[in-house]
């Protein structure tokens, strides 16, 4: 197995059949991602990050070019690429411990007992700190709660790949920062590979391995590909005056603000 | 604290109270206005003691206690209700998902929908050759389209989120009927079985009038033509209650299944 281009989108193209004609939202994509790497896809609203995403997740298929994981050609969803959906998506009619639940049973319906999906489940909600709140409902538990229990319910999928569409931007600064932090303890604890969609530099610099940043669309495309070189684990106080940190932040508002601005 | 308690208490019953009270004032109005062919409050409700007194009785098929004709007219309307709800929720969830269902079936919907249960009377004589069974498919054919319109409607807006979640999870067809459709569904089915009930009430009365038989609405009928004024009173405030206690039932039932966010 090509462990350099784990995942990989090989000159993709994205065009979407609309009643107003045909829009086409990426043109010539091409993103590798290795093993075990954690890729935030930067850009601004509506130039195709989510786009991206869905295509790898599955829920898209690519209208030209091909898009592959583990060296096969990605061609439906499925658990082996996870996905933390923005707006958490937990099914309100369940407790968070059937959430998480669901998951498990349906990607281990046969190779765990049923002791041990019940110790699978309890594990995955204990990593995210939400085993006290097991057996309360999504409308029972804050925003921030609720994607911990969206990445809970991930992880427990075990996926190759972790995809995280934007999991904190509904959140209040404080919180996401204690995410983050979080987050970034628990993919050093599982090395996961993570795609992840953001538009906050500071989110992408401090937990990347690699910066994907994109032009605006339509005909979107990947612009830049920056790497961060800073070592881990990463003490976001501590980055505040680091020169790598201040060079990265700098490079990705530069692609952004400066020659990809946004007009209006 | 108990002084607010009181207060609140207060703010609903005197209302309540009062508009009650003004009502029946103009009733025994109405009924001295008229010279007691519409009988006073106080008549009608010693005539609804009396026959509440001994609601069971069975002197023959002609001659059984009001209890007994409530029965039967809530027995019809379970009975075609039921077959509604058999045949509309599924048919609703088919038409919700299938764009190709729903294009074909919506113009016949929308045609018979608008036609007044009642209109459907003479074709189930037609067809079943029993007064009985044509009361029940009167209310089939009455209450099978709210519950079909709202299935279908809730099935369309199931959102997308969850049938992407179901698409990663790999449910199977059942894990997402069961697990998803269904929850989310549920409340505007209910809305729809809601409706449904209501206008099933509203109709067994006037088709039992027009069919014969044990039953309220035939009951009502069978005392106009004894001239017995109060017993029809009686059975107006019955029949008002029952549709209320329907109603307030399924709203309670649809509260239970109502998620917030
Ligand atoms: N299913 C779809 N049908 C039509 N157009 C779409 C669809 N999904 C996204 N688009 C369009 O593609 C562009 C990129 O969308 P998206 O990937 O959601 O952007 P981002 O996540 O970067 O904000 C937008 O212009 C959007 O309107
Ligand atoms: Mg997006």
Redesign the pocket.
């Known amino acids: 197995m090509n462990l350099d281009k784990f995942v990989s989108l090989e000159n993709v193209d ?1 065009t ?3 009643k107003s004609g045909d ?1 086409t ?2 043109k010539d994509v091409n993103i590798s991602i290795k093993q075990g790497e954690f890729v935030s ?1 930067i ?12 295509i790898i997740a599955g829920l ?1 298929g690519p209208s030209e070019g091909v898009a592959l994981c583990a060296d096969k050609e990605i061609a439906g969803p499925g658990p082996e690429r996870a996905v933390v959906f923005q707006n958490h998506s937990l099914l309100p009619w369940l407790t968070v411990y059937e959430n998480v639940m669901l998951a498990v049973n349906s990607v281990f319906a046969n190779s765990k007992s049923k002791a041990e999906k019940d110790e699978w489940v309890k594990h995955n909600l204990k990593l995210v700190h939400m085993d006290h709140a097991m057996h309360k409902r999504p409308n029972e538990i804050s925003g921030g709660m609720k994607q911990r229990v969206g990445i809970a319910r991930a992880l427990s999928m075990q996926p190759k790949v972790l995809l995280m ?2 999991p904190f931007g509904a959140l209040d600064a404080l919180t996401r920062a204690h995410l983050q932090d979080e987050l970034m303890k628990i993919c050093a604890a599982i090395n996961t590979t993570v795609v992840m ?1 953001t ?1 906050d530099v500071d989110e992408a610099v401090l937990l990347s391995d690699k910066i994907v940043m ?1 032009t605006n ?2 005909a ?1 495309t990947v612009g830049e590909v920056l790497s961060v070189n800073l070592d881990r684990p990463r003490n976001r106080l501590a980055l505040a005056n680091d020169a790598e940190y201040l060079r990265c932040r700098q490079a990705v508002l530069t692609f952004l603000y400066d020659k990809h601005r946004k007009e209006h | 604290m108990m002084q607010q308690h009181f207060k609140a208490w207060m703010s609903w019953l005197f209302p309540t109270f009062l508009g009650i009270f003004v009502f029946i004032l103009i009733w025994s109005g109405v009924s001295t206005a008229t010279e007691g062919k519409i009988p006073t409050p106080f008549v009608t409700w010693d005539a609804a003691v009396n026959l509440f007194s001994d609601p069971f009785y069975d002197n023959g098929p002609n001659d059984m206690g009001i209890g007994w004709n409530i029965m039967y007219s809530l027995g019809r309307v379970a009975l075609g209700f039921s077959l509604a709800a058999l045949v509309g929720i599924p048919l609703g969830f088919w038409i919700g998902r299938s764009l190709f269902a729903s294009r074909s079936f919506n113009p016949i919907i929308s045609l018979l929908r608008p036609v007044s249960p009642l209109a459907w009377l003479p074709l189930g004589l037609l067809i079943f050759n029993s007064t009985h069974l044509a009361a029940i498919w009167v209310i089939f054919i009455s209450s099978i389209w709210p519950m079909i319109i709202n299935t279908a409607v809730g099935v369309s807006r199931v959102p997308q989120d969850y049938m992407n979640v179901a698409k990663v999870l790999r449910l199977n067809e059942w894990q997402i009927l069961t697990k998803i459709m269904l929850p989310a569904v549920l409340p505007y089915l209910l809305t729809g079985v809601r409706l449904a009930i209501g206008v099933a009430w509203l109709v067994i009365v006037a088709a039992e009038m027009l069919t014969g038989g044990i039953g309220i609405g035939f009951w009502v009928w069978d005392e106009w033509n004894n001239l017995n004024v109060p017993h029809i009173l009686v059975a107006i405030i019955v029949i008002g209650l029952i549709g209320l206690m329907l109603e307030a039932g399924l709203v309670w039932l649809a509260q239970r299944f109502s998620y917030g966010e």
């Open positions: 994205k979407f059949h609309t829009f939202a990426l896809i850009g601004h609203s509506g130039c195709g990050k989510s786009t991206v995403l869905n898209y569409d934007e969609v538009h994109m669309g339509p979107a």
